[in-house]
């Protein structure tokens, strides 16, 4: 791998799932965050056989006291000098307390050196209308959010929170569209306004899991990438820009470009091969089989799984094609 294609070196905590099968959690994050010359320190929530979509899977959760023991070894032995703190999938309300107090650790660690330190936070707690985590857990995240850098929700209730950077992603404005839009903000330092974009994409017809932590993951490289082109900006408080950069002109939205040109990328090759897997079990003996039905969506999803590790170039080299624009909220309205 060339230099070129390399991101300033930096050493992240990734904090989420594991699977042992497939790309979700940190099995996708560290790949994708690795490949693109990230340092990556995984500790993981929970430890799957495979991803839930599945619906059966075999596996233990890690408990808050565990999380936060493997965080002290790491102090204690002087490992805890990370840049960015991306922190995705927890389990309880106790492990989200825990991995708060981890952050707000390693904030502390960095107070007298503004823009040394950068917290990511995925709130992953469900989608399509379905919770995955105990009902608990969603009021834990909701304290945690005004700590962060940078929150990733997949719902627009995200406007109330005044944040330094919003990603909010499968926006669809019209619900025959074809197409989705990301919508990202950096907040004015002024008044914390926000100077909104979006970017609209061709909506892939297949579910995948482990996209949101493919977005991510690549939003920590590409974003570490891009603040480090701008003179000085790493040295500010969450990496925000002076306010009369557009929205259009901000970091955020430059790394997005290139993280959604990698994903579509990805995602549309795993499609191609998806579909290839799928026509090939038409007039399959699964049909016959005891339980077919169960065996059928087991194949289906892993069929599914995102083709990560035979990819990596579209990662590395992403081809943009897709332009953010600025979004004045008035307007769609």
Not at 118 to 143: C, I, T
Not at 147 to 172: K, M
Not at 250 to 271: D, G, N, Y
Request: proline share 5%.
């Amino acid at each position: 791998m060339a230099e070129e294609d390399l991101v300033p070196e930096t050493r992240v905590l990734a904090i989420a799932s594991h699977v042992v099968y497939g790309y979700v959690g940190n099995r996708m994050a560290s790949l994708v965050m690795q490949s693109l010359g990230c340092e990556v320190s995984a500790l993981n929530t929970v430890h799957y056989s495979n991803h839930t979509g599945y619906k059966q899977f075999r596996g233990t959760k890690a408990t808050a006291e565990e999380i936060r023991d493997l965080y002290n070894g790491l102090k204690q032995a002087y490992l805890n000098d990370f840049d960015v703190l991306l922190s995705g999938y927890i389990p309880s309300p106790e492990a989200v307390e825990a991995v708060g107090s981890i952050a707000r650790d390693l904030r502390l660690t960095s107070s007298t050196k503004p823009g040394s330190f950068f917290w990511v936070l995925d709130p992953v707690m469900g989608d399509q209308g379905r919770l995955y985590v105990d009902e608990k857990v969603v009021p834990a995240y909701r304290s945690l959010l005004h700590d962060a850098d940078l929150i990733l929700p997949n719902q627009f209730e995200a406007d109330t929170y005044r944040i330094p950077h919003i990603i909010i992603t499968s926006v669809r404005f019209d619900p025959s569209s074809p197409t989705l839009s990301v919508i990202g903000s950096t907040a004015r330092s002024s008044d914390m306004s926000p100077r909104l974009f979006r970017i609209v994409v061709p909506a892939i017809d297949c579910f995948f899991s482990g996209t949101g932590d493919m977005l991510a993951a690549l939003t920590v490289a590409r974003l570490r990438e891009a603040v480090s082109a701008v003179d000085g900006l790493g040295r500010v408080k969450s990496w925000v820009s002076p306010d009369e950069v557009s929205p259009t002109e901000l970091p955020l939205a430059k790394a997005l470009e290139k993280v959604l040109a990698s994903m579509q990328a990805v995602l549309t090759k795993t499609k191609e091969e998806r579909d290839k897997v799928l026509e090939n079990l038409k007039g399959s003996s699964v049909d016959a089989e005891e339980g077919s039905e169960k065996r059928l969506h087991l194949r289906q999803t892993k069929a599914a799984e995102v083709r990560l590790v035979r990819n990596l170039e579209m990662l590395r080299s992403p081809a943009v094609e897709y332009r953010a624009e600025e979004l004045r909220i008035q307007e769609e309205h």
